[in-house]
């Protein structure tokens, strides 16, 4: 069985920074594509961050410059360094890999205060 094991959300001052993890219990973890994202109260889930299955990296135009997103194949773990992180960071962080079938972690919630 699957599972996406999410962590390192928290409550944090505007300007802070905090790094998610997501631990993977899947095979093949270096052959799936891997993203990170998040939902605000009240609003959709939006992609945030990917690392692609071509290995190329993607952001969200309002994360560019402040959130890295990385992976450690051998630990099959996904990151997410977020730096100056700002009030409308707030929400449910959830990673998410691909490949024919498409898996979800349950959210680690990231509070972002002003």
């Known amino acids: 069985q699957v599972q996406l094991v999410e962590s390192g959300g928290g409550l944090v001052p505007a300007g802070g920074s905090l790094r998610l993890s997501c631990v993977a219990s899947i095979s093949g973890f270096s052959l799936y594509g891997t993203r990170w994202y998040r939902q605000a109260p009240g609003k959709q889930r939006d992609l945030v961050a990917s690392i692609n299955r071509d290995g190329s990296v993607t952001y969200a135009d309002s994360v560019k410059g402040r959130f890295v997103i990385s992976k450690d194949n051998a630990k099959k773990t996904l990151y997410l360094q977020m730096s100056s992180l700002k009030p409308e960071d707030t929400g449910v962080y959830f990673c998410?890999?691909?490949?024919?079938?498409?898996?979800w972690g349950q959210g680690t919630q990231v509070t972002v205060s002003s």
């Open positions: 998410n890999v691909y490949r024919m079938i498409t898996y």
